[in-house]
């Protein structure tokens, strides 16, 4: 995200422009449809280019639609985990340590947190996100919720989950804090028992 760049409403891609409607909540919508297991993978390109796309003409061949899917998947929608690279006093990169599974573990889950999304936006920004359906963009909607502050709800509940005990922790609050990890689990995560 760049802001002296417009926010993306159009683009090229061979040869031909394209109108994308990037609102949030349609790209929520997309993320529903890659979920769905009751369909096969290109009936997911169909429905998800369709959010995406309203009525416009795309591409008859399965090849060039899963190509522009492709294309409109890795440059406006996916959430790039990226990490900073590090560099020596000599201005080279330093070779990256191995990421564990904790590392890439996930915190927040859009669909299964929408309340305590909708409570800390408009604790934070007074953006009721109901209100902004079909006129925030994507871009901004994944800007403020990587800038919701730390003592809003969500923010809580990410340091809940992320939680790891120390050696200085009492039992009580190492009880305290294993019983919210369960209170505030993802579904389909399991929460690891550590002393």
Known sequence: ???NDPLITSFLFNETEYQIDLAFDNVLDVFDVLEDTSLRDYEKVDVALG???DD???PQAFGDKTELWNHVYKEYIAIADEKPIIYDREGNPMPSPEEDDEDRQQYISVEQD???LFASFLQAYNINLYERQGRMHWLEFKALLN???S???MQ????IRAWKPSKGDSGKYKEEMRKLQKAYALKGTVSEEVD
Do not use: S, W
């Open 151 to 153: 003592n809003t709800i």
């Open 51 to 53: 959010y995406l796309f």
């Open 156 to 159: 809580r509940i990410v340091q």
């Open 147 to 149: 800038g919701l502050p």
């Open 114 to 116: 929408a309340e305590y």
């Open 1 to 3: 995200m760049r802001l």
């Open 56 to 58: 416009q003409e795309l």
